[in-house]
C-alpha cells in the first residue's frame, strides 16, 4: 500500500515503504541522484536517495520537475540539517513526465499568474496549504454543528426566490434568445434562479426540527471586481427556533472562535507558511481573536465612536447606512482591539424578514467583525409576527403571493427564531491572511471570467 508522505515524515521507526508523488526538484550527485518528491499530503518534501544500482535509476536521471514518480524504498534516518526521514529507494518508475514546458518550476511565482494556471496551482506550497486548510476547516465547519445537535439541510441551488432583495440573480432557463414567449414555457413554469442563500428554506426546516445548518454554493450576479467578491462561493447557514438575538450573537461568536481554535491546533504547518509568506501578523491575530471576548456594541454607539474618531475615512460614515469595510476594520483593528458585534441596525438598511424592534427604527440584526477583514458573519432575529411580516413585505416591494409557503410559517405555530450567515471563502480569507478571494476557492467565477 501507497504510504502518504505526511505519515512518513513523522514515522518513529524505520521502515520499507511506498511512496507516489510529483518530483518537485532534482540535483544529481557522481553514481546519485536526489528526488525531492511531495504527493499533497502535507507541506514538507520527501527526499529520495536513487543511486546507480536501483532499478529505474536511467529513468530518475533524466526526470523533471513536475514528473510524477512511484517509489519503494527503505525509510531511513537522515544525517541531514533540516529533516528527519530520507527514503534510500530500491526501485523507481517514473508514472508520467513533464516536459520542459511545465510551468511551476522551483522559482517564485505570483498569485496573479498562478490564478491562470488554476489546475496546477494546487501544486505549489501556497496553494497546497490553502486548500489543506480548506478541507480541514469544511470538516470543523460539520463538526461544530453535528457536536451540538444541529441538522444538516440540503436547500435547493435553484429557487424563485430572492431572499436578499437586491435583484442580481441568475437565472436559469431553457428558453433561447428572444423566447419568453406564451407558447414557449419555461422548464419550471416560471423564472428561476440559482440561490443567492439558503436561509428562507433552512427557516422552514427550522420551524420543525428546532436547529438546522447549510453548508453549499451559493450565487450572486454583482458585477464587482473586487478581491473580497465572487459571483459563486459557498455559505453557512444555521437556523434555530426558540432563539432572539442574543442567542444568535452567542453561537456567532463561538463559532468563530472554534474555527480559529481548530486551525490553531490542526494546521500549524499550514499557518507557519502563511504567516511567513503572506501576513506576519497572522498567528498572533487569530490567537488574539481565540483567547479574548468579542465586543459588542449597538449600531448607533458604533457610528457615535467613528464619527468621533477625527479619521478621514474614503466613505464617510452616514448614519443609517450600512458600515463600510474601512468602518469595520477601525472598531476591531485600532479602536477595540478585539473582535466586534455591532447590533440594532437601521431598518431601512436591512432584508425585509428581520425582526423590527420595539423602537419601530431598528432591527434586531448582527455583524460580526473581525481584524483583518471585517464582517464576517451577518445574521438577525427574524420577524415572526405575521402582520409586521406582511408591512415589511409590503414596504420593501416583495410580493405575499410568491411568498406564501415562509408567511405560512407565521400562520401556523409561529417561535421566535433566529440564525446568521457566513461566507466559507470569507473565513478562510480570514484564517490564512490571504487577501483576494480568488485565492481561497479553487475555481474562482469573478465578473469576466469562468476558465477552467
Not at 546507480?52 to 530518475?60: I, K, L, N, S
Not at 494546487?122 to 480548506?134: D, E, H, I, Y
Not at 453549499?216 to 458585477?223: K, L, Q, V, W
Request: glycine share 8%; hydrophobic share 40%; charged share 25%.
Amino acid at each position: 500500500m501507497i504510504t502518504f508522505i505526511k505519515h512518513a515524515l513523522s514515522a518513529s521507526a524505520e521502515a520499507d515503504i511506498e511512496i507516489a508523488g510529483w518530483i518537485r526538484s532534482r540535483r544529481d550527485a557522481k553514481d546519485f541522484s536526489f528526488l525531492e518528491v511531495n504527493d499533497g499530503s502535507c507541506l514538507r518534501n520527501l527526499q529520495v536517495i536513487v543511486d546507480q544500482e536501483v532499478p529505474g535509476y536511467e529513468q530518475a536521471l533524466h526526470a523533471t520537475t513536475g514528473s510524477s514518480v512511484r517509489v519503494t524504498g527503505r525509510l531511513l534516518a537522515s544525517p541531514a540539517a533540516g529533516q528527519k526521514w530520507e527514503l534510500r529507494a530500491a526501485h523507481v518508475e517514473i508514472v508520467g513526465g513533464a516536459d520542459a514546458t511545465y510551468p511551476l518550476q522551483k522559482k517564485g511565482h505570483s498569485v496573479e499568474f498562478l490564478r491562470t494556471i488554476a489546475h496546477l496551482r494546487p501544486r505549489s506550497n501556497l496553494f497546497g496549504a490553502v486548500f489543506r486548510l480548506r478541507s480541514r476547516l469544511a470538516y470543523a465547519v460539520h463538526q461544530f454543528f453535528q457536536e451540538r445537535d444541529f441538522v444538516y439541510v440540503q436547500t435547493p441551488i435553484i429557487t424563485a426566490s430572492d431572499c436578499e432583495g437586491a435583484g442580481e440573480l441568475f437565472r436559469v432557463t431553457t428558453l433561447r434568445p428572444g423566447g419568453d414567449k406564451a407558447d414557449e414555457p419555461d422548464f419550471f413554469g416560471k423564472a428561476t434562479y440559482l440561490t443567492v442563500s439558503g436561509q428562507l428554506e433552512a427557516e422552514t426546516f427550522a420551524c420543525a426540527l428546532s436547529k438546522v445548518y447549510t453548508f453549499g454554493p451559493t450565487f450572486r450576479a454583482e458585477n464587482s471586481n473586487t478581491s473580497r467578491h465572487a459571483a459563486e462561493f459557498w455559505m453557512i447557514e444555521p437556523e434555530m427556533a426558540f432563539c432572539d438575538l442574543q442567542g444568535d450573537m452567542d453561537l456567532a461568536e463561538e463559532f468563530v472562535k472554534a474555527m480559529v481554535r481548530h486551525a490553531l491546533e490542526h494546521c500549524a504547518d499550514e499557518l507557519g507558511l502563511f504567516t511567513k509568506f503572506v501576513d506576519k501578523g497572522l498567528i498572533e491575530r487569530l490567537s488574539l481573536v481565540a483567547e479574548r471576548p468579542f465586543q459588542r456594541l449597538a449600531y448607533a454607539d458604533a457610528v457615535a465612536i467613528l464619527n468621533a474618531s477625527g479619521r478621514s475615512f474614503e466613505y464617510p460614515v452616514t448614519d443609517g447606512q450600512s458600515l463600510q469595510s474601512e468602518h469595520e476594520r477601525f472598531l476591531t483593528e485600532e479602536h477595540f482591539r478585539v473582535p466586534v458585534t455591532v447590533f440594532d441596525y437601521p431598518m431601512q438598511a436591512k432584508p425585509f424578514y428581520m425582526r423590527v424592534n420595539d423602537d419601530g427604527r431598528t432591527v434586531a440584526a448582527m455583524d460580526v467583525l473581525v481584524p483583518g477583514i471585517g464582517e464576517i458573519i451577518g445574521g438577525s432575529q427574524r420577524e415572526e409576527r405575521l402582520s409586521v411580516l406582511q408591512d415589511n413585505m409590503r414596504s420593501h416591494g416583495v410580493s405575499e403571493e410568491d411568498y406564501w409557503w415562509y408567511l405560512d410559517l407565521r400562520r401556523f405555530g409561529t417561535v421566535p427564531h433566529a440564525g446568521f450567515g457566513l461566507g466559507f471563502e470569507r473565513l478562510l480569507m480570514f484564517l490564512t491572511g490571504v487577501s483576494n478571494i480568488r485565492d481561497v476557492i479553487p475555481f474562482a467565477r469573478t465578473p469576466g471570467n469562468a476558465e477552467f
